[in-house]
């Protein structure tokens, strides 16, 4: 019932801010134009598709504005006027009953919020969509914010995210865009995601992890998980007193360093794919703040750890290198790249994969260096080896969309930033390290126990593998052996095909050499016939028996 009633609410929206419109109809059957038609009583108003369209997100609540807010981050499935007013989307959502909040915190932790903090604020910090942050004190004096998991979300979520799905379905069937824009992919994302994030857990564990990697960094603070007080739907992290990212005014007024500022940003975001192989993969601006402290050089800091990436050794290494013969403009390099990588497959054409590549990248490479979009350019390219049937991971599409994030709030803060003035030394450095004795020396460290480990069944393993290897020469030498019988038997076709003709040649020749005495009725005795046509059918004769 509850399901019938949100679908009727999608529907009702749907149709008042007319997102018929935003459907090509040419593509509807029949009865679904049918269905349609009345719509159009419906005034449009002097509204942009793309503000109809968040004012229905908003409308729809959190989890369509979560959405709304994650295909504002793909500019690849998404124009550029929807991008706009989907990335003013916020999640300002109305603070659940504090009672219930206390609830679920004492529920989890096993004792009341009176006990389990010396103060503990009632009014809520800040609210979002999934959860909701309120600040207190620990016994200790230390201060910190209490998250917890909105209650009842998971159904919320479950049930949403159903109706997406069917509404992706009927897009990517009747859209004209629908296979490009792969809604129904798109939807499966967010909902994988979404349900991620209900893991306050998993959150404190990341946020671990990155305040280990970042532990005395003057780049980046990540606030400390007080874990005795952390369970799957509550989470006591360190609270922190920095200045939003987006308050940039404030960040002027304080004289902050703004072109550090921004180089900065870049610098983490490399400084985590490639060095720490661990990336907050959300840093959207709402996420991200700065520390009063030295705003010449200023430090960042990050909240929300619930998405994270990482790639694996190989993904980082041909990145890299990539990026690096893309800015030098070897496209050769990059399609050769692609196929030692793996990411196209073996039979792929050079030729033809580094002459695609050529034609998205000359024109984003005439541009000025610091209007170049580093996300801009990795996403031409990943869209174009999709042509060559590259299958991008998701691991991979979380880092472009990061980046995106990074160079936008970057250029924010210094629109001059050019971001390859930072990125390039440190992926020369990188490659450089990555095979110095000492990185050497590191993973022979690192991986040397595991290696001894695996010592003993080496020559086990030689062993099988000389077994293969001779599995494998039987098998050769027998494809080689039926090869040969094929070739054998084709020929020997080919010489019955040629025998068949000549001999209905003679046959045909004597039978026009007669064709004169037979109209003459002397054929009867033989005496007529001439020696060439006995001597043509005869040879007839004997190459349709040689042919047996
Ligand atoms: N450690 C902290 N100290 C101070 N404020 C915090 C802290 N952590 C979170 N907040 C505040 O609470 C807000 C919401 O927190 P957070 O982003 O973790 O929640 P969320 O539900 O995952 O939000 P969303 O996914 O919509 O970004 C933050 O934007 C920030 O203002």
Not at 471 to 478: A, P, V
Request: glycine share 4%; net charge positive.
């Amino acid at each position: 019932m509850t399901s019938l009633l949100r679908l009727l609410t999608i529907l009702f929206t749907f149709a008042r801010y007319r997102l018929d419109l935003l459907i090509a109809k040419g593509n509807l059957p029949w009865w679904l134009r049918l269905l349609l038609a009345p719509l159009a009583l419906i005034p449009a108003g002097k509204r942009s598709r793309g503000e109809r369209l968040r004012l229905a997100f908003e409308g729809l609540g959190p989890i369509f504005i979560k959405f709304g807010q994650l295909l504002s981050t793909r500019p690849d499935l998404m124009p550029p006027d929807i991008i706009a007013e989907l990335s003013a989307l916020q999640d300002r959502v109305p603070p659940f009953d504090k009672t219930k909040f206390c609830a679920l915190v004492e529920h989890s932790l096993g004792d009341s919020v009176d006990n389990l903090f010396q103060q503990f604020d009632r009014e809520p910090l800040a609210s979002a969509s999934v959860a909701q942050v309120h600040a207190a004190v620990l016994h200790d004096g230390r201060e910190v914010v209490v998250k917890a998991i909105r209650p009842g979300i998971e159904k919320v979520i479950e049930q949403d995210t159903r109706l997406l799905h069917v509404i992706a379905q009927v897009v990517e069937r009747y859209s004209a865009d629908g296979k490009r824009l792969r809604p129904v992919e798109v939807v499966d994302d967010y909902r994988t995601t979404i349900f991620d994030e209900l893991d306050l857990q998993r959150e404190a564990a990341n946020a671990s992890q990155l305040r280990r990697n970042f532990l005395h960094s003057p780049l980046l603070y990540i606030p400390e998980v007080i874990w005795d007080y952390t369970r799957h739907k509550v989470l006591v992290l360190e609270r922190i007193s920095g200045i939003p990212v987006t308050n940039i005014e404030q960040l002027q007024a304080q004289n902050t360093d703004m072109k550090k500022l921004a180089e900065r940003g870049v610098e983490i975001f490399f400084t985590q794919v490639f060095e720490h192989n661990f990336f907050h993969a959300d840093m959207h601006p709402g996420n991200i703040f700065v520390s009063r402290a030295h705003p010449d050089q200023p430090q960042y800091i990050a909240v929300d750890m619930a998405i994270v990436g990482s790639l694996n050794r190989a993904d980082q290494y041909y990145l890299a290198r990539n990026m690096l013969a893309m800015f030098r403009r070897d496209y050769r390099q990059v399609a050769e790249l692609h196929v030692q990588s793996g990411w196209v497959p073996e039979h792929t054409r050079i030729e033809e994969l580094e002459a695609a590549v050529r034609t998205v990248c000359e024109p984003i490479f005439e541009k000025p260096l610091k209007e170049i979009s580093f996300g801009h350019v990795l996403l031409s390219l990943f869209r174009t080896a999709r042509r060559f049937n590259m299958e991008v991971q998701p691991q991979l599409v979380l880092l472009q969309k990061t980046l995106l994030n990074i160079e936008g709030l970057g250029r924010q803060l210094y629109p001059d930033l050019n971001l390859w003035a930072t990125a390039h030394p440190f992926l020369e450095r990188w490659l450089k390290n990555r095979f110095h004795p000492k990185t050497l020396w590191q993973d022979l460290k690192r991986y040397g126990p595991e290696w001894m480990e695996k010592f003993p069944e080496v020559p086990h393993l030689i062993f099988n593998g000389l077994q293969q290897v001779q599995h494998l020469d039987g098998l050769r030498d027998e494809l080689q052996r039926s090869r040969e019988l094929a070739q054998k038997r084709e020929r020997r076709a080919s010489v019955r095909r040629r025998l068949l003709l000549a001999a209905t040649a003679c046959i045909a020749g004597s039978v026009l050499l007669v064709w004169p005495e037979l109209t003459h009725q002397v054929v009867k005795s033989g005496q007529h016939i001439p020696p060439a046509a006995w001597v043509l059918g005869g040879a007839g004769l004997l190459l349709l028996a040689l042919r047996r």
